[in-house]
């Protein structure tokens, strides 16, 4: 009788248990990562299953081996950079068979490399998706999106509360070539389905949304896109695949700033639009018209980082959670924007739809101006004053500052940027110092 321990196969049983095993791996140098298991050991309770493909893997695993060959060249446990601006072919009929789509390999690097290829393979694997594009920065991925989908003519509807850069783009750039973009309050389902008519072509969102955090009924938003046959996009940058996976709820296509929690390191740009092939096939080819791809070194620094996603991402929402606890209880702060809080409007969505509601807070300083409100900014020690988010260094900032300050006043009123407003996106630093950190500042006058 063999039965899996925490670590490895653990104790199967005497001697002639262990003779009878036998643990088979498979495994081809042209293949992404997989175990088989001719004759697996059987759970108490789980029926026997061969072999175990990457969904049925946790996603901690997903995170290391996802998208990987087992066997690597020169036998190296990590992938080497591939540097290189063109591929040979060794014949005539080399290039034929690649043309006839019989090879699976690279051309050009303006259509990819083999560092993107691995990556992709496990940023889908982590968002159960069937494909990944990766981009050279996650708003490089959206106007690829969109330019690819959209004609003149067609619309699209948003949510208010988004990310002030993909409003501008679909806003100022998109209605240049003649594509009209409509917005309604965030979550209202009704005004989205109303907004909606013949010409629409494809209803998107935040979730969680930034920098107000609202959480979006994922199951009420698919069913309108199906309802009314447009297709649905969901940027889950927030969010991550660790928290929800917007595939699994029937979103057509899942958007990500991979420069944030998925390379979580501060240290690259990058983004990506998860989705099925079928779909992506024409998003693919123009990218490789645009060249919108990132470099090998890149795509190296995002697979390493993937490899400790899981782990960060429990630092990630266990100190999310502790500090706005902290924050929604501390006699200097108006209010606090987080999902996890039973006092947020979008909690019991987040509780249904999300595993973990991540790192991003906002809050409000009481009876604080602008300049008040920078104070408290200025006076922490251990959070960097930048914008971004999702990396190892906390970051700290004023959005009427860092984002909105070439705004008129009446703008931001309208977008809920309010002058006492601030954004922390906590790292991965022990929690206790960031909160004691955040109550010297708040508390200092």
């Known amino acids: ?12 049983g005497d001697m002639q248990s262990l003779s009878n095993f036998s643990l088979s791996l498979q495994f081809s140098p042209l293949e992404p990562f997989a175990i088989h298991l001719p004759h697996p050991p059987r759970l108490a309770s789980t029926p026997m299953t061969s072999p175990i493909s990457q969904s049925q893997l946790g996603i901690g695993t997903q995170s290391v081996h996802a998208g990987e060959s087992r066997q690597k060249p020169s036998n190296a446990i990590t ?3 591939c540097c290189s601006s063109t591929y040979t072919f060794d014949s005539t009929q080399a290039i034929l068979d690649y043309i006839q789509l019989k090879q699976d390999r690279e051309e050009y690097g303006r259509y990819g490399n083999p560092n993107e290829k691995v990556v992709e393979r496990k940023l889908a694997a982590l968002d159960g998706a069937e494909d990944a594009i990766v981009y050279s920065s996650g708003m490089a991925a959206i106007v690829g999106l969109l330019m690819s989908k959209l004609n003149s003519g067609d619309e699209i509807v948003f949510f208010d509360q988004c990310y002030h850069r993909s409003r501008e783009f679909c806003s100022k750039h998109l209605s240049r ?32 949304t930034n920098p107000h955090l609202s959480v979006i009924d994922l199951e009420a938003f698919v069913a309108i896109g199906k309802r009314r046959g447009v297709e649905t996009l969901i940027d889950a940058t927030l969010a991550t695949p660790y928290n929800v996976r917007p595939i699994e709820w029937g979103v057509d296509y899942v958007w990500h700033s991979a420069t944030k929690y998925l390379g979580g390191h501060n240290d690259l740009l990058a983004g990506v639009i998860c989705g099925s092939q079928s779909k992506l096939e024409p998003v693919r080819k123009l990218r490789g018209i645009l060249g919108a791809i990132n470099s090998p070194h890149n795509m190296y620094l995002l697979e390493r980082g993937l490899k ?4 960060r991402m429990e630092r990630h929402n266990h100190s999310g959670q502790r500090i706005a606890e902290f924050l929604a209880c501390h006699p200097r702060v108006e209010k606090v924007y987080y999902p996890g809080l039973e006092s947020h409007p979008s909690h019991a969505i987040a509780k249904k739809t999300m ?5 991003l807070i906002t809050f409000l300083v009481k009876d604080a101006d602008w300049k008040q409100t920078a104070e408290v ?3 922490c020690k251990i959070p960097r004053i930048g914008p971004s988010l999702g990396g190892v260094e906390s970051l700290i ?12 006043p009446e703008q931001r009123a309208q977008f809920g940027i309010n002058d006492n407003m601030i954004r922390i996106a906590v790292g991965i630093e022990d929690t206790d110092d960031l909160i004691e950190d955040l109550r010297q500042a708040l508390e200092k006058r």
């Open 79 to 81: 992938d080497s950079i």
């Open 1 to 12: 009788m063999c039965r899996f321990a925490a670590f490895g196969w653990g104790a199967l």
């Open 397 to 408: 900032e004023q959005p009427l500052v860092m984002s909105y300050f070439d705004y008129p």
């Open 355 to 359: 595993k973990g509601y991540g790192s």
């Open 308 to 311: 400790t996603f899981a782990l």
């Open 377 to 379: 900014i200025d006076a």
């Open 177 to 208: 070539f003649g594509v009209t973009t409509r917005q309604v309050e965030t979550g209202d389902m009704k005004a989205m389905e109303e907004a909606i008519n013949p010409n629409t072509k494809m209803i998107v969102s935040e979730s969680p």
